[in-house]
Nanobody, 125 residues
Framework: QVQLVESGGGLVQAGGSLRLSCAASGRTFSLYAMGWFRQAPGKEREFVSGISFSYGRTYYADSVKGRFNISRNNAKNTMYLQMNSLEPEGQAGYYC??????????????????WGQGTQVTVSS
């Protein structure tokens, strides 16, 4: 299995940027599809972005398209989420996840097998 640790969260003003990182350890990182989810208090966990392992296909929620960018560096066993033009609605705990079963059509939490503990993003208006 794989262990995931997120970092890079913090406080940012609306319109600002943050870059989240997800460091993986354990089994071969390059064989996992990866994803980012977020959950705000009182709300359900929602998909933010995903990236496949085979061709690096990327997927984004409509709410973040054009503002967020997902990437991965297999040599460093790390995935990133560059978040630009952050909105107050983006304030949430952000979680990275890994899937060993699915590598296409990423977009649902049931597709993912392993989860990190999360990093908090706070957006001030």
């Amino acid at each position: 299995q794989v262990q995931l640790v997120e970092s890079g969260g913090g406080l940012v003003q609306a319109g600002g940027s943050l870059r989240l990182s997800c460091a993986a350890s354990g089994r071969t990182f390059s064989l996992y599809a990866m994803g980012w989810f977020r959950q705000a208090p009182g709300k359900e966990r929602e998909f933010v972005s995903g990236i496949s392992f085979s061709y690096g296909r990327t997927y984004y929620a409509d709410s973040v398209k054009g503002r967020f960018n997902i990437s991965r560096n297999n040599a460093k066993n790390t995935m990133y989420l560059q978040m630009n033009s952050l909105e107050p609605e983006g304030q949430a705990g952000y979680y990275c996840a890994a899937s060993e079963r699915v590598d296409d059509g990423l977009g649902y939490d049931f597709q993912f097998d392993y989860w990190g503990q999360g990093t908090q993003v706070t957006v001030s208006s």
